[in-house]
């Protein structure tokens, strides 16, 4: 969930009941909901970690040190760990790819919004890309309204931002990981846009 955790004032009613949802790993300790989980599919598990960067974002604990603390616990126990990284600088995502090469299953960036073409394994076997996408409307700006956005940039005034009601993309990151090892074995982008979908 990255920076956008707190926006809404009613996660408050159920981050600490949910254990699907997972919030920066590296917020202080005491902080409400949880920063790793495990979910289980297909009678396996994946160890989900959230971790947010600090370059250009609040700053809050350091996430490499947090991924330290967090990823070697976990993988005394779980073979499959995806760690969410959601950061805006492109260089803090890649560091955190090759700080965790061969220790973390996935590491995949979060937060622009914007799908990168940089997906790879890297030589420890961990599947790594900078951005993956969006989930949402296509023909706005990042998600919003184009007009509102527009109007931001060109008078710097305050501008109430609604999401666009275009139509929609679907990005996302599909990766085959070995089951003896947990190194990932094949992976691929995922880039559906509305046209292509089959709607039944």
């Not at 909901?33 to 009678?43: E, F």
């Not at 616990?73 to 803090?92: C, G, M, N, P, Y």
């Not at 007009?147 to 275009?166: C, I, S």
Request: charged content about 25%.
């Amino acid at each position: 969930m990255g920076n956008h955790t707190w926006d809404n004032k009613e996660i408050f009613d159920f981050i600490d009941d949910e254990p699907r949802m997972v919030r920066p790993a590296n917020f202080p300790p005491g902080t409400p909901g949880l920063g790793h989980t495990v979910i289980k599919a297909g009678g396996k598990e994946l160890a989900i970690v959230n971790l947010q960067g600090r370059t250009f974002l609040p700053a809050i604990d350091c996430p490499f040190r947090i991924s330290d603390e967090i990823v070697d616990q976990l993988r005394k126990k779980h073979k499959f760990i995806l760690v969410d990284f959601h950061a805006e600088a492109t260089s803090e995502k890649i560091a955190m790819g090759w700080h965790l090469d061969g220790r973390a299953s996935i590491v995949v960036g979060t937060h622009t919004h914007v799908q990168s073409n940089d997906d790879t394994i890297l030589p420890g076997g961990t599947a790594y890309l900078t951005d993956a996408g969006m989930v949402g409307p296509r023909e706005g700006i990042l998600g919003m309204e184009r007009e509102a956005v527009l109007r931001k940039f060109k008078t710097q005034l305050p501008v109430r931002f609604q999401v666009d009601k275009g139509k929609w993309q679907f990005h996302g990151l599909f990766v085959q990981l070995d089951d003896a090892t947990g190194k990932a074995k094949k992976m691929e982008k995922i880039r559906l846009l509305e046209d292509d979908w089959i709607m039944n």
